[in-house]
């Protein structure tokens, strides 16, 4: 498997603009998490699916954070409108739920708003 | 919530055994103690894990004691590939539902 594909890998945009980043989890995982990682605050979750559906935004930092898991091999995470404080790698991970319940993570996508 | 403490730095001369302690102290009986670690600019990988048994595998060995309010994190011979954040978390196993809290993590540095 080629493991959990995130894109695009950097993004670069401005201020107010809509952005969209993309996951792919590995195939057969039943967990998909959205996670952000600043040098302020860390690795953070932001949202985790099961079987496609959300089971947990609380960490969601606002409305203008959406994420969608329209299938089982896909999943994106919106931002609109995108804030210069929304700078961060974002990373997704996916987990097959059972004795070894292991995340496996993507190489992420760092977000750059200017 | 951090249920676990680990030295912010370390460093590890190349060849030899790197072992970073973690301190859980309020573990439950059911909560494994993961190791996980982010090498620079990329994702976080998974390493080991375990519950109260010792365990090996091809990256590392990890020690738990016998209360499991601690354990080591062990790489036998330390690569310069290895400097990295190791981060100790403890979760519940057997659910996909509890997410990894990262924590500060140890920077271990491998020295030539």
């Known amino acids: 498997d080629a493991g959990v594909i995130q894109s695009p890998r950097h993004e670069v945009t401005e201020m107010g603009q809509e952005v969209t980043l993309r996951c792919k989890p590995i195939?057969?995982?039943?967990?998909l998490f959205w996670y952000r990682q600043t040098m302020m605050r860390g690795l953070e979750l932001l949202i985790y699916?099961?079987?496609?559906?959300?089971?947990?935004d609380s960490g969601m930092p606002e409305d203008r954070f959406s994420a969608k898991m329209p299938n089982a091999s896909f999943s994106t995470l919106k931002i609109q409108p995108s804030e210069p404080r929304d700078s961060a790698v974002y990373f997704c991970?996916?987990?097959?739920?059972?004795?070894?319940?292991?995340?496996?993570f993507g190489a992420g996508t760092r977000l750059s708003v200017l | 919530d951090a249920k676990t403490t680990q030295p912010t730095s370390m460093d590890c001369a190349e060849g030899r055994a790197a072992n970073l302690p973690c301190n859980h102290s309020?573990?439950?009986?059911?909560?494994?103690v993961y190791w996980y670690r982010q090498i620079h600019s990329q994702g976080p990988q998974y390493i080991i894990h375990?519950?109260?048994n010792n365990e090996t595998n091809e990256m590392a060995s990890l020690i738990i004691t016998e209360d499991r309010k601690s354990s080591t994190l062990i790489l036998p011979h330390a690569t310069l590939r290895d400097t990295a954040v190791y981060y100790c978390?403890?979760?519940?196993?057997?659910?996909?539902?509890?997410?990894?809290?990262f924590g500060t993590g140890t920077r271990l540095t491998v020295i030539p």
């Open positions: 991970a996916s987990n097959l739920q059972g004795p070894q319940n292991i995340q496996y």
């Open positions: 195939s057969g995982h039943d967990y």
């Open positions: 699916f099961n079987n496609n559906v959300p089971i947990d």
């Open positions: 309020t573990i439950s009986g059911n909560e494994y």
């Open positions: 375990g519950l109260k």
């Open positions: 978390i403890v979760r519940v196993g057997l659910t996909g539902a509890n997410n990894l809290f």
